[in-house]
């Protein structure tokens, strides 16, 4: 039989089961403990009422709750774009353009380059208490690079993407229709086998509405589950296919219709928030409070890449979310953790209830709330992952 560990005298526990605790979604259990077996929660309760285990943490009066699922990152590429930013930071627009210029440094990278770079951005995201993340390909955007891409991400990584429709290739610029078929066709075998999630770039400058529909069909047909890049720069029909073809997510919902946010609600399509791109290009924040005020389930993610959002930090995001976007922080810590979890249709991460994945995240502060009131400042002082401390 594997171990067991009481991590006791929690000051705020979030569970995100509201049977719990308070009642509330957080389900906010206070003087709290959490016993872990194995790679598995087996209890979570008062302190005073824990089983005796083998091992005994002291929290002293910290903050825990589940590690962070980030949904939505684009972590396997080479070189950076410090010049795009800090142009654009004089005033420069953003455009998806800028993306080519990270296509042409990752198919010049080495795997072990890729590999490299994949490493130390999850080893920063854990050491911001990220403890699942979903990551995709989308900077080769030939077939060889794409499998690459994606062969690299499934070695750390089950929540797999496989979003060869990134952007047009620039080897395809004339002909966008003939890149829609390779990436529909050949791209699509080599690349299947190692995705969980397939993923359009439904933009202006990107692919429309029907190219957005024809390749997550095909990669359905595959075996892969839709997510799409919806609605992040103008209005656009990314979030009405997303419901149609019941995706798992619409990320970005930044420019939103009332029509578009009845078809969320009346949908299983989560909203992921992705406020870490709004921060890096300066464009106007999504309206959390009128999607949650609908009854949209929204997630909170990084969507860390070189170009649009070049951060790795789940609590930037929950500090962003709280202060411009409208969301309390019980909901943005929700969003960052449960809401995450719904988006990669997950039910065994992002809760601290028996059955769940281990992951646990303590702060150096009494209660969640700091992650938005004190922002900037690192937290995280303990991290579990599949019941090992991993930080
Ligand atoms: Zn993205």
Not at 66 to 91: I, K, Y
Not at 139 to 159: F, K, N, P, S
Not at 214 to 233: C, E, F
Request: charged letters at 20%; glycine letters at 10%.
């Amino acid at each position: 039989m594997s171990s067991s560990t009481v991590i006791t005298n929690i000051a705020t526990l979030v569970t995100n089961d509201p049977s719990l605790g308070d009642g509330s979604p957080l389900g906010l259990v206070r003087d709290a403990a959490v016993v872990i077996e194995g790679d598995r929660v087996v209890w979570t309760g008062d302190s005073s009422k824990a089983p005796a285990t083998d091992n005994r943490v002291d929290a002293d009066g910290r903050a825990a709750l589940p590690g962070f699922v980030d949904s939505h990152s684009h972590l396997v590429f080479a070189g950076d774009r410090t010049e795009e930013f800090n142009a654009r930071m004089s005033g420069r627009g953003y455009t998806a353009g800028g993306i080519r210029t990270t296509v042409a440094a990752t198919r010049a990278a080495t795997d072990e380059e890729l590999e490299a770079n994949l490493t130390r951005y999850l080893s920063e995201a854990l050491h911001q208490g990220t403890t699942t993340f979903e990551t995709k390909s989308g900077y080769g955007l030939t077939v060889a690079d794409e499998a690459r891409a994606l062969r690299i991400a499934a070695q750390h990584t089950d929540e797999v993407t496989y979003l060869g429709a990134h952007i047009v290739s620039p080897d395809h610029a004339d002909d966008p229709a003939a890149y829609v078929a390779l990436v529909t066709g050949e791209m699509l075998d080599a690349c299947a086998p190692y995705a969980r999630w397939i993923d359009v770039f439904c933009e202006q400058g990107a692919f429309d509405g029907d190219q957005a529909r024809a390749i997550l069909t095909a990669g359905r047909a595959k075996g892969l589950h839709p997510r799409i890049h919806a609605n992040q720069l103008s209005y656009g029909p990314g979030v009405q296919v997303a419901v149609e073809l019941d995706a798992a997510s619409a990320d970005h919902c930044t420019h939103l219709t009332d029509a578009d946010v009845d078809a969320l609600a009346g949908g299983r399509t989560v909203a992921t928030l992705l406020p870490g791109a709004e921060f890096s290009t300066r464009a106007a924040w999504p309206n959390a409070r009128r999607l949650l005020d609908a009854g949209v389930t929204v997630a909170l993610s990084t969507d860390c890449n070189p170009g649009s959002s070049f951060t790795s930090s789940v609590p930037f995001c929950i500090a962003l979310a709280v202060r411009d976007m409208g969301m309390t922080p019980d909901e943005a810590v929700w969003s960052a953790t449960a809401g995450g979890a719904a988006a990669l249709r997950r039910d065994d991460v992002g809760r601290l209830t028996p059955g769940a994945y281990a992951d646990l995240t303590l702060l150096d502060a009494p209660s969640h709330v700091h992650l938005a009131y004190r922002p900037g400042v690192p937290l995280v002082s303990g991290v579990w992952k599949r019941g090992v401390r991993a930080v």
